[in-house]
C-alpha cells in the first residue's frame, strides 16, 4: 500500500525495535495452566521519537503535516490531566515552531494540578501556550473549537488534534506501523500468531487493523480496553478502522468479527491503578529491564497475562506485545508499583 500520496513529518530515526522476551515467557509459563504459556515478542513503540514518545508520535507525523499545509500556527488538542497524547503534541509543537493549547478534561474530579510531576511537569517545561480544564464529561469538541475561534479573533490559525490522534488521519501512523511490522517479520523470519495491544481512543487498534487488513497480513489483534468494556470499545474501533480503509480507498468493509476487544481490566476506572496492572508492571521490568505505565500499557500487559493465566492462548503461541509508551506517568505512581498501596484487584 502505499502511503507517500500522504503528507508526512518524520519524527523517528527508523523502525523501532521488535525483540523476543525470554524471561518474560519464561515467567509467564509458570503463571499458566501446565507451566506452558505463550511465547512474547514486544514492539517497542516507547522508543519512537519525539522522546519519551509513544504512540502519539506516528498518529501526529501525519496530523502535523496536515496542520502545517493548513497554514496553522497553533495545535490545540485534548487529553486526561497526565495526557501522554497531550505532552506528546506539544513537543511537535516546539519542535515545528507552532504554538500549542490544551483542554483538560478532569475524568477524575480535582485530579489536575499545575504543579504536579510526570506529563504536567512536562506540559509547562515545554512552554504549553494555555490549559483549559473542564470536569469529566464536558463537551470537549466543543471547548477546543471555542479556543481556535479565540485565536481566530487573534489573527491566528489553531488546528485541532483530536483526542488521542484518533482520526482517520492519525489512524494512518499505524498503517505505517503495519507495513513496519511487516518488513520486520520478513527480515528477522518471525510468524506472529497474534497482537496484543491497548485500546483507548482507537487509532492505535483501528488504525493498525486497517493496515493488517489493507496489506493482507492475517494476523488477529486482542485489544485490551483502558477506559471501555468491548460492548462500547468494539463499535468505536471499527468505526476508526472503517474511516481509515476509506481514507486509503482501500474500497473494503472491516468484518466486524475483526474487532476483538477484552474488557475487565481497566476498572476500577480509567487511570486508576489496580492490583493485576501492578503484577504486570513489576513482572515486565524484573525480567526484562523494560518500563511499562500504570494507565496503558500495564493495564494492556495485565490482560495478556490475564488470559494466558485463563489458557486463552495456545501453548507456545507467538504473541506480539506493542508497547505503546507512557513512561513519564510511572513516576506519579510510584508507590502503587512498587506494590506500597492496597489496590483492588
Ligand atoms: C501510552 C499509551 N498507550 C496507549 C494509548 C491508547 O491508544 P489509542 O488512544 O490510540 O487507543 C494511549 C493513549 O493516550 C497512550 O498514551
Redesign the pocket.
Known amino acids: 500500500m502505499d502511503l507517500s500520496r500522504f503528507p508526512r513529518r518524520r519524527y523517528s530515526a527508523g523502525p523501532t525495535p521488535l525483540d523476543y522476551l525470554p524471561r518474560f515467557t519464561q515467567a509467564l509459563a509458570a503463571l499458566c495452566p501446565n507451566g506452558q504459556g505463550p511465547r512474547i515478542w514486544i514492539k517497542r513503540d516507547d522508543m519512537l521519537g519525539l522522546f519519551p514518545g509513544?504512540?502519539?508520535t506516528r498518529k501526529l507525523e501525519f496530523l502535523v503535516a496536515d496542520a502545517l499545509a493548513a497554514g496553522a500556527d497553533t495545535l490545540v488538542t485534548c487529553?486526561a490531566p497526565q495526557?501522554?497524547?497531550c505532552r506528546i503534541t506539544l513537543a511537535a509543537a516546539v519542535k515545528e515552531g507552532l504554538k500549542c493549547r490544551f483542554v483538560i478534561e478532569e475524568r477524575v474530579p480535582n485530579s489536575f494540578h499545575e504543579d504536579a510531576s510526570g506529563n504536567q511537569f512536562m506540559f509547562r517545561l515545554m512552554g504549553v501556550e494555555a490549559i483549559t480544564v473542564v470536569p469529566g464529561g464536558s463537551n470537549v469538541a466543543q471547548a477546543m473549537q471555542q479556543v481556535v475561534d479565540e485565536l481566530a479573533a487573534q489573527g491566528r490559525k489553531g488546528y485541532i488534534v483530536p483526542g488521542?490522534?484518533?482520526n482517520a488521519l492519525g489512524g494512518l501512523g499505524y498503517v505505517a506501523c503495519a507495513q513496519e511490522l511487516q518488513q520486520q517479520f520478513f527480515d528477522q523470519g518471525v510468524q506472529i500468531d497474534r497482537v496484543v495491544l491497548?485500546?483507548?481512543?482507537?487509532?492505535?487498534?483501528g488504525g493498525l487493523l486497517a493496515g493488517f487488513l489493507g496489506n493482507r497480513i492475517q494476523i488477529p489483534i486482542v485489544g485490551i480496553g483502558?477506559s471501555r468494556d468491548p460492548a462500547d470499545q468494539e463499535p468505536l474501533v471499527h468505526r476508526e478502522a472503517q474511516a481509515v480503509a476509506d481514507l486509503l480507498g482501500l474500497d473494503l468493509v472491516v468484518p466486524r468479527e475483526s474487532v476483538l476487544s477484552v474488557g475487565g481490566y481497566w476498572q476500577p476506572k480509567y487511570s486508576v491503578p489496580n492490583a493485576r496492572m501492578v503484577e504486570a508492571v513489576q513482572l515486565l521490568a524484573r525480567t526484562e529491564g523494560i518500563l511499562l505505565?500504570p494507565?496503558?500499557?500495564g493495564k494492556?500487559m495485565a490482560g495478556l497475562i490475564g488470559l494466558a493465566r485463563e489458557g486463552f492462548f495456545k501453548p507456545d503461541e507467538k504473541l506480539l506485545f506493542l508497547h505503546?509508551?507512557?513512561l513519564p506517568a510511572l513516576n506519579m505512581y510510584e508507590r502503587e508499583v512498587l506494590g506500597q498501596v492496597d489496590l483492588p484487584a
Open positions: 509513544g504512540n502519539k487529553g495526557s501522554n497524547h488521542g490522534g484518533s491497548c485500546s483507548g481512543s482507537s487509532g492505535t487498534h483502558v505505565d494507565v496503558y500499557t494492556a505503546t509508551g507512557g
